[in-house]
């Protein structure tokens, strides 16, 4: 059971925008940044978003993040193909002192 | 160019300790904005932190709570590398490990290593 709830799947078609969402508590997310990465098959996770909304060099605009209280959003706009992949939120937990991740979303592009 | 170089057994047996090595290129470990991780993943776990090392005028380790009684991190500064020694291994430790960097206040695991699979099997 991982300490932030991600849906396990999400599906859309290409050109669409798609909105994945992280939800956590006042000790985690409410508290402090959040991260989004994208994790393709056989591969380690790559950096999308830090620090709530902002993207490291190379990542597309877009791929777009957002904070609202004790929750978070990536947003992916023209979906492509390549989009496929499974996404994950994290950010630092004051109670656990330490970092902790959602259990993913898997996006399907139909 | 920051690149993570992982090495270690991809097999350990029950109760033994696994032990890897991750090596550092285009950064230095000892670095004052800069954070080294270790994480691990598998199908019933899921992405789990299992801890860091950094140098902020002296070294500090922290671990996470689940591992926190078997687990350690060290540094070579000599190597420019990393190491994560886990202890009293069950199948449960079985997962892909990786290594990563955290750009203290900016990016966090921004460059990972390649990922190690760990099986702990008799």
């Known amino acids: 059971q991982s300490v932030l709830t991600q849906p396990p799947s999400a599906s859309a078609t290409p050109g669409q925008r798609v909105t994945l969402s992280c939800s956590g508590s006042?000790?985690?997310?409410?508290?402090?940044?959040i991260y989004w990465y994208q994790q393709l098959p056989g591969t380690a996770p790559k950096l999308l978003i830090y620090?709530?909304?902002q993207r490291p060099s190379g990542v597309p605009d877009r791929f777009s993040g957002s904070k609202s209280g004790t929750s978070a959003s990536l947003a992916i706009s023209g979906l492509r193909s390549e989009d496929e992949a499974d996404y994950y939120c994290?950010?630092?937990?004051?109670?656990?002192?330490?970092?902790?991740f959602g259990g993913g979303t898997k996006l399907t592009v139909l | 160019q920051v690149q993570l170089q992982q090495s270690g057994p991809g097999l350990v047996k029950p109760s033994q300790t696994l032990s890897l090595t991750c090596a550092i290129s285009?950064?230095?470990?000892?670095?004052?904005?800069?954070?080294w991780n270790w994480i691990r993943q598998s199908p019933s776990r899921g992405l789990e932190w299992l801890g860091r090392?950094?140098?902020?005028?002296?070294?500090?380790?922290d671990y996470a709570v689940s591992v926190k009684s078997r687990i350690t991190i060290n540094s070579d500064t000599s190597k420019n590398q990393f190491s994560l020694q886990l202890n009293s291994v069950t199948p449960e430790d079985t997962a892909v490990y990786y290594c990563?960097?955290?750009?203290?206040?900016?990016?966090?695991?921004?460059?990972w290593g390649q990922g190690t699979l760990v099986i702990v099997s008799s």
């Open positions: 285009g950064d230095s470990v000892s670095s004052n904005s800069a954070a």
């Open positions: 994290t950010t630092w937990n004051d109670s656990l002192s330490g970092w902790v």
């Open positions: 090392t950094y140098y902020r005028s002296k070294w500090y380790s």
């Open positions: 620090r709530n909304n």
């Open positions: 006042s000790s985690n997310i409410g508290s402090n940044y």
């Open positions: 990563a960097r955290d750009a203290s206040g900016g990016p966090l695991f921004d460059h």
